[in-house]
């Protein structure tokens, strides 16, 4: 058994490195024309880029800090390295970086608002959620939130912000437009991870309670709880499923979204947790922290179709996936 630490006690770990990142490509430039995975290595501050049309692991990034948040558009790969407390963005080929934000505190979770260019990023010790300029990185303001915040995510139409407050057992809702609050969820204990489901409910993974809380976030009210693995930990959806990463079991778990039952419980690798979809909703990917793999599934079949090595301790908590570019 792996003697590699729990990122969600990392608190104590967080320190300034003071290094500058240099980016290196170990083997051939980024294709254009394939869904991308760039996947945060925290252990060994690196980033696996991977072609998931050959299925080959492309180039490694080097990124000191210890890596972990990332979110990606088609211009630009953000990351968030919590021990250096540094955002980065990068070339999404060359891996160059093009700018960089030192936030004091304990900076964890990303997503982007592409519709507003807008980046949020979670700060587990101060209770908010940070705002920047998604270009040149530039502090644009700050959110309060309850304790602990983790995970973030946008909804598919870009109406909504929402948050995983772990310490609070909580999450938060805002407009997305505006930024004003508009509700504070009571979900399961010890949420972490979180996304919003192409038809617009937000899917709350709860470490502590072992079940995925669903809210929808225009009224703020808890449509259903669903039961699923050991330590739940991020959820991405495809072909009118959820599925989600049960750290301790090593299986992801497959919920039907309209009857919300759960249809099967995948094996993977160990300690699985960050998880994507492809653009074309036909694989599933996740991060498996303790083998230094993704897995890459088939949503359609349920069937679990390759291991990739990465680079040391995946973890790709965020959005990971960039979709075909033509």
């Not at 930024?179 to 969820?185: A, I, K, M, R």
């Not at 995948?266 to 793999?293: C, H, M």
């Amino acid at each position: 058994m792996s003697t590699k630490p729990d990122w969600t006690h990392w608190s104590n770990a967080l320190v300034r490195l003071g290094l500058e990142w240099v980016g290196v490509a170990v083997f051939a430039a980024t294709p254009g024309l394939a869904d991308i995975a760039y996947v945060t290595c925290q252990t060994g501050d690196e980033v696996s880029v991977i072609d998931l049309k050959s299925r080959a692991e492309t180039a490694r990034w080097m990124l000191p800090g210890k890596p972990a948040g990332v979110a990606v558009s088609s211009d630009a790969v953000f990351t968030v390295s919590a021990d250096s407390k540094t955002v980065r963005r990068t070339h999404p080929q060359t891996g160059a970086i093009e700018a960089e934000q030192t936030l004091e505190g304990g900076p964890v979770g990303i997503a982007l608002d592409p519709m507003r260019d807008r980046l949020f990023i979670s700060d587990w010790y101060s209770a908010r959620i940070w705002v920047l300029a998604a270009p040149d990185l530039s502090l644009i303001g700050s959110l309060s939130v309850g304790a602990a915040p983790a995970g973030l995510a946008l909804s598919p139409d870009g109406r909504f912000l929402a948050s995983a407050e772990k310490e609070a057992d909580q999450a938060t809702v805002f407009d997305a437009e505006t930024l004003e609050p508009l509700h504070s969820v009571q979900v399961g204990t010890r949420p972490f991870g979180l996304t919003f489901a192409p038809d617009g409910r937000l899917f709350v993974a709860n470490v502590g309670t072992n079940d995925v809380t669903i809210v929808d976030p225009q009224t703020g009210k808890v449509l259903a709880t669903v039961p699923v693995g050991d330590r739940p930990y991020g959820v991405a959806f495809a072909q009118g499923r959820a599925f989600v990463t049960n750290q301790y079991d090593g299986t992801v778990s497959v919920i039907d979204l309209d009857s919300l039952d759960v249809l099967k419980t995948l094996t993977v690798g160990e300690y699985p947790e960050g998880i994507d979809a492809t653009k074309d909703q036909s694989r599933i990917v996740l991060a498996n922290w303790f083998d230094n793999t993704v897995t890459i599934v088939d949503a359609a079949t349920l069937s679990v179709i390759e291991d990739i090595d990465t680079c040391d301790g995946p973890r790709a908590f965020g959005a990971f996936i960039l979709g075909e570019q033509k």
